[in-house]
């Protein structure tokens, strides 16, 4: 736990710094990591909060860089389905790319599902996790404000963004995918809205899934590994 | 639009994004399961998702492509992607990237 405790520390920093960086006051940086609690969807959106981009297509980029939660969410599901809906829907707001990571690794082939145990492992990990993500990314925050704009801290975002997206690229389905995707958002970058943005994902995606479609027997099977497969065995993320 | 409404509506949004998709499942009755034909839509999303962002934030500059010798973000993003892609060292990724875009910027 303790060097995964640096990993988010170093990346909570990060996203902090670039949030100021970026144009955010701190007050409204401070809000919005106490509240959307998602650092890549936090970074990603921030070109897009800088240029006053049309609110939907705000939401829907932090939503398709999220979709990976949804997944996890089903892998996870069984060990608190047994929950009353409150305990659910907090568990669901923690499981984030490190807490699921770990909770999976652990109890992955567990075949008794949601005892004490797991749950205290699981909410272990998330308030350690929580303490060192909040408390990084404000010191990044309030660090963020005192560097000068021209230092190109706003590069940052995009540094971290990177951290995130290369685990994620290591079969050939997702190496065909982002390659169109780049192309295409490079392309329609001109397009009114940022709707370039959604066209070239939806493009990659499309790309994506047709090549896996042609070698059905390489992927990964079962939520929990089709889980580890999208963040490459569970990265800093 | 107002900026401070703008942002409130913002982060409330996104806030619910987060909520949405992580409690996703644990909300939904048990018989509802992820049928096989969207979860591999879902799998390559968050990848192509953040390629765009990257792409258009660095390959770009006033809505124009813009993919030139003088881009000194994209030279940095190379050189991290390198470090990153070799060594899985954040800190040694965000540094060399900070380093190179430094570097070009104060050398031309």
Redesign the interface.
Known sequence: MAPLSV?IA??GL?TGVAMVNSG?SIT?AI??TL????G???L??L?L?AT?AP?PI??V??????????????AS?KS??MLP?QQ??L??????DLGFALFARRFADDPERGNPVQWGYFYGGAVVNWVAWMGSSIVGILLGGLAPTD???E???????????????HRL??VA??LV??LI???T??FPL?L??LL??LA??GV??GV?SQRPGDQPHG?VA?AA??TGEG??A | MDSALYLTAAIVGLTLVTIATRSSFFMLPARIELPPNVERGLRYAPACALTAIITQGVLARDHQPYMSVHNYQMWAILAAALVFATTRNMIAMMVVGMAVFTALRLSF
Do not use: C, K
């Not at chain 1, 509240?35 to 998602?38: D, I, L, S, W, Y």
């Not at chain 1, 980029?61 to 089903?74: C, G, P, Q």
């Not at chain 1, 590069?155 to 690229?169: E, F, N, Q, S």
């Open positions: 990993a170093v990346w990060v955010l409204v809000v919005m509240t959307v609690f998602a890549s969807a936090q990603a959106v070109p909060l006053s609110l705000v939401w980029t932090a939503l398709l860089v999220n979709l990976r939660f949804v997944i996890f969410a089903a599901r608190f389905v809906w659910r829907m568990a669901g707001y923690l499981n984030g230092w190109g801290l590069l940052g975002a995009y540094l971290a963004l990177l951290a995130v997206l290369i685990p994620m690229v389905p997702v995918g982002v995707t780049g958002a490079v392309a970058v001109h940022r370039g943005l070239a994902v990659g995606v994506a899934v896996e939520a089709v497969d999208i990265e800093v």
